[in-house]
């Protein structure tokens, strides 16, 4: 079921890029649009602070407050030097957002309150908060964003069908650069929490993520396209991956994240789709995965459509709290029976380290190396892994197929390279 739900959020990634791309080849009178929503609105807001309220919004948790949410940041947007949205503390029910630049300023989102998602999908067309081509952004407070996922999870029927109906995503960055998201708690998405997409330099820190570990689809952080993104001190338990990490992901640093429940840290999937681009330079370091059904994942299709590579992928000091599958190559991913067993793999998946990598694992494999025939891993090197299966009955065990590397200071039941 983990591999069915992973592969309906690659397919739901391919359609929210499409979407994104094509929006993103008529961005150039968005600049305009967001420069004449302001001046309907009037000058930016008295000193240059939006406060929802003053705009008509009601923090009763009841009244559609969409338009004043959408008014501020028209104000925002169109107004120069730094520009910051008020959301006051209170409960402020709100549809489909759009935030659009190129903005004349610096914008400021401050989230003090709780914005809620409307449960009515019938407003939809894609996502729930899509921000698109603004750059200098800071989204930050104590307030929470919250999907209210649990009135449309019945909905999804992802688990049952690749070409299902997707359901809006939370927070959408697409060609955001120089942004930063903190402090706030992302509950209950509808889809993925978040998604990062054709971004650059955009720091995501002291963020809480969560959703029941059933809840489908609802990824905590996933990017693609994107380079220089820095995740730190930032929890997430969900009903998929923790962090997927998709393909065109470069200069990635992972720090002090705490994943469970979840599907764990993942890179891929990869290679299901044509034109995909390389995965490179991704740190993984000093985080926790609890109960997660997976730890450190990378996965790739054997009968992949592109040709691409992973490459300089470091893990280093991870603790595993009985999670399952604490370290797995899988470049025979295939679930749902949508490809081939037998496929030519176009992945190469090269200079992977896992380094001090401790604790225990729910499952015998603490290490999977299962990689193709055809384009076997190479440079993988395992030093001070030390993983011990928790439960009994069975030997903490390793396998390693078609996977070229060393092992240096492992326990020996997992130095199998």
Not at 161 to 171: F, G
Not at 360 to 388: H, R
Request: aromatic fraction near 4%; proline fraction near 4%.
């Amino acid at each position: 079921m983990a591999f069915t739900k992973d592969t309906m959020m690659m397919g739901a990634l391919l359609l929210l890029a499409l979407v994104c791309a094509a929006y993103a080849g008529k961005a150039a009178p968005a600049s305009k649009g967001s420069d004449s929503a302001a001046a309907d609105g009037g000058a930016a807001c008295p000193g240059g602070t939006c406060d929802i309220t003053k705009l008509g919004a009601s923090g009763n948790g009841k009244t559609d407050s969409t338009k004043a949410v959408q008014s501020a940041w028209a104000s925002a947007c169109g107004g120069t030097g730094k520009q910051k949205i008020l959301i006051p503390k209170g409960d402020y029910l709100v549809g489909p957002l759009n935030f659009t630049g190129p903005c004349k300023g610096d914008v400021t989102i401050q989230v003090d309150g709780n914005l809620l998602a409307s449960t009515d999908l019938s407003q939809y067309k894609a996502n729930w908060i899509e921000i698109l081509r603004v750059d200098n952004l800071v989204i930050t407070g104590k307030g929470k964003l919250d999907g209210q996922g649990p009135a449309v999870w019945s909905k999804n029927s992802c688990a049952k069908k690749y070409d299902c109906k997707i359901l809006p995503n939370s927070l959408v960055l697409d060609y955001v650069n120089n942004g930063e998201v903190s402090g706030i708690t992302l509950l209950n998405s509808k889809f993925f929490h978040m998604n990062v997409f054709q971004c650059k330099d955009v720091v995501i820190k002291d963020v809480t993520v969560t959703a029941p570990g059933d809840s489908p689809n609802t990824d905590g952080i996933h990017m693609g396209d994107s380079s220089g993104i820095s995740i730190i001190n930032t929890v997430i338990g969900v009903g998929d991956d923790c962090i997927s990490i998709g393909p065109g992901s470069t200069k990635v640093n992972i720090t002090g994240v705490t994943c469970g429940p979840g599907h764990g840290i993942s890179i891929g999937s990869l290679g299901r789709y044509k034109d995909e681009k390389d995965v490179t330079d991704i740190t993984v370091k000093d985080c926790t995965l609890k109960k997660s059904s997976n730890g450190l994942r990378i996965k790739a299709y054997e009968d992949a459509n592109s040709v691409l590579t992973a490459s300089k992928i470091h893990y280093e000091n991870i603790k595993m709290e009985d999670a399952g599958n604490p370290i797995i190559i899988d470049m025979k991913y295939c679930p749902n029976k949508i490809c081939t067993s037998n496929g030519a793999s176009k992945v190469t998946v090269k200079d992977v380290s896992f380094k001090n990598i401790t604790g225990t694992s729910s499952t015998p494999e603490a290490v999977s190396l299962l990689c193709s025939d055809k384009i076997p891993c190479s440079g993988v090197t395992m030093d001070n892994v030390k993983v011990e299966y928790s439960g009994t009955n069975n030997k903490t065990m390793a396998v390693c197929n078609n996977a070229k590397g060393t092992a240096t200071g492992c326990l020996k039941e997992l130095a199998c390279l």
